[in-house]
C-alpha cells in the first residue's frame, strides 16, 4: 500500500474512531480523577495525607539539594504564573497559525482552557491542603496539580497534531519532570500531581475527538496529500 493510500484510508479511519477509544478513554481517565477527588476530599475528615503521599515526601525532603531545587524551580515558573499561562500557551498557538495548522491552534486553545478550568473547579471543591515543608508561593487547593495537568495537556495535544512518535516521549519526559518538580517543591503531594497528568491527558483526549477530522485534513493538507474520495472538505 503507497503512503497516499494509507493516508487516505486513515482519513476515512478517522472518522470512525474520532468518538471512540480517544473519548472513552478520556471519560475513563477524567471519572478517575473525581473519584479521586471525592476520596481525598472524605479522607481529609480522618488523616491527612495518604501514606503513600507522606512517604513520598519525606524521601525528597531528605534528599533536597541546592542544585535540584533550582530544577525544580525552573519547571515552577515554566509551568506557571505569566510564562506558564500566557507566553507559552500563546508562542504555541502563534506558532501552530504561522505553519498554517489553524484548527490545531482552535483545538489547543480549546483544551487548555477547559483543563485550567477543570483544575480551578476540582481544586475548589476538595480544597486538600498543601504540604507543610512548601518551598514556593501557592494559591489554594493541592488537588489537582494544574502544573502538571497544563504540562500533559500540551503534551496530547501536540502529539496529536504533529502526529510523530517522537512527541510522544518528548512529551511525557516534559510531563515527568514538571509533576517530579512539584513534589520536590513540596507544593503538592503524589497524588495531586498523578491527578493533575490523568485530568490534563483526558482533557486533550475528549476534546480531540471533534476536531480529529479537520485535524487530519490538516496533516494531509502539509504533506500535499489530496483527501480521500468521496470525503468532504473540512
Not at 53 to 74: C, H, I, K, S
Not at 200 to 227: C, N, Q, Y
Amino acid at each position: 500500500m503507497s503512503d497516499t493510500q494509507s493516508l487516505h484510508r486513515q482519513d476515512r479511519q478517522t472518522l470512525e474512531v474520532q468518538r471512540k477509544w480517544p473519548l472513552v478513554s478520556g471519560i475513563i481517565a477524567l471519572a478517575l480523577v473525581i473519584l479521586g477527588g471525592v476520596l481525598i476530599a472524605i479522607r481529609q475528615f480522618e488523616v491527612v495525607p495518604y501514606e503513600v503521599d507522606q512517604e513520598w515526601m519525606d524521601e525528597l525532603y531528605e534528599n533536597r539539594t541546592p542544585f535540584w531545587e533550582g530544577v525544580a524551580r525552573f519547571f515552577d515558573r515554566l509551568g506557571g504564573g505569566l510564562i506558564g499561562v500566557v507566553i507559552v500557551p500563546v508562542a504555541i498557538i502563534l506558532v501552530l497559525l504561522l505553519v498554517r495548522r489553524r484548527w490545531g491552534a482552535l483545538y489547543f486553545l480549546t483544551a487548555s482552557v477547559l483543563s485550567a478550568g477543570l483544575v480551578q473547579l476540582i481544586k475548589n471543591t476538595v480544597d486538600r491542603p498543601r504540604p507543610e515543608q512548601i518551598l514556593v508561593v501557592a494559591d489554594f487547593g493541592s488537588f489537582p496539580s494544574g502544573h502538571t495537568a497544563n504540562a500533559a495537556t500540551i503534551a496530547v495535544v501536540l502529539a496529536l497534531i504533529i502526529n510523530r512518535w517522537w512527541v510522544w516521549p518528548l512529551g511525557a519526559a516534559y510531563t515527568i519532570c514538571m509533576l517530579l518538580s512539584r513534589n520536590y517543591l513540596g507544593a503538592h503531594w503524589l497524588t495531586d500531581t498523578l491527578g493533575g497528568l490523568l485530568l490534563g491527558a483526558a482533557v486533550a483526549l475528549i476534546v480531540w475527538a471533534p476536531f480529529a477530522h479537520r485535524l487530519h485534513r490538516e496533516t494531509l493538507r502539509k504533506r500535499d496529500v489530496a483527501p480521500a474520495p468521496g470525503v468532504p472538505e473540512a
